[in-house]
């Protein structure tokens, strides 16, 4: 009686914690179920009240209406910023990282402190500076600002996520590598790097996912709109429409189903990359 017992409170735990653990995995997917059902609606069906949930007739004509010229123009600038991002981020706050660790110069100490105080620092404190900044480089209107600052580390939290990395290595590899003749740049690319690829994949896909979803600094920027970024392009599409008509909501909610494939591709094929560099940066840290 007593296993028994036991066997059915953990029967009812299970399914006490499943219940809620549906409820609230329905309500957070309850808003993206209503916007990809919405995007199948007719211009009409969908600006029309007490519409309901469930279209009458499934009009596949939002989407081909989504992927227009201007939605991949948008696209493209968006790809040119990501790149940058991606590429940009993990190398040079890994360079960086390393720089603070290994390499031996004047002033590290004054530099690194001065450095870990902009990371307590608004974004809203510098964001007038920074763009004061882009217009006496002339780099406003032009895709340079979302892109050139990428290649200086992304900010340095990337860099001190890195820094305890490298700093847990162990100093024989580096000793070992000398002795057969090893250069700095050797030790950086082929023996470091190589090792702490987990915290590398988490900047470059946190670097993804900020670039994707940047909305204010293409905005702050960018005024042509032959350079929008999606998030920029696509407000300026519809939420500048004068009628719900001209608004197209069924082909709104056709691009945002559009617009939430790529990060959940990602999110998927480097959902392990994700977990295991936010895990080993919670344990190095």
């Known amino acids: 009686m007593v296993n028994l017992s036991s066997r059915n409170k953990r029967v009812i735990k299970k399914c006490v914690s499943y219940f809620f653990l549906v409820l609230f995995s329905a309500f957070f997917l309850f808003p993206l179920v209503v916007m990809v059902l919405r995007s199948f609606f007719t211009t009409e069906e969908s600006i029309a009240i007490g519409a309901g949930l469930i279209p009458d007739t499934w009009n596949w004509d939002s989407y081909a209406q989504a992927l227009d010229s201007e939605f991949l123009k948008y696209l493209g600038n968006t790809v040119i910023v990501l790149a940058a991002n991606i590429i940009g981020q993990p190398l040079t706050a890994a360079m960086a990282a390393y720089a603070f660790t290994k390499v031996k110069f004047n002033g590290r100490k004054i530099v690194f402190t001065a450095a870990m105080c902009t990371i307590m620092l608004p974004s809203i404190l510098t964001m007038i500076p920074v763009y004061k900044i882009f217009v006496d480089l002339g780099w406003t209107n032009s895709l340079l600002p979302i892109t050139v600052p990428a290649f200086f580390g992304g900010g340095f939290l990337n860099i001190f996520l890195m820094m305890q990395f490298i700093r847990g290595l162990p100093k024989e ?26 915290v590398i994949a988490l900047v470059a896909i946190q670097s993804f996912f900020f670039a994707w979803n940047d909305f204010m600094g293409p905005l702050m920027y960018i005024t042509d709109e032959d350079l929008f970024t999606l998030p920029v392009g696509i407000y300026n599409k519809f939420f500048t429409a004068l009628t719900p008509l001209e608004s197209m909501p069924n082909v709104q909610m056709a691009t945002g189903v559009l617009i939430l494939i790529p990060p959940m591709i990602v999110f998927m094929l480097f959902q392990k990359q994700l977990v295991e560099g936010v895990t080993l940066t919670g344990l190095k840290a």
């Open 173 to 198: 590899m580096d000793e070992a590598a000398v002795i057969d003749g090893a250069k700095t740049i050797h030790l950086m690319f082929y023996i470091t790097y190589p090792l702490i690829f987990p």
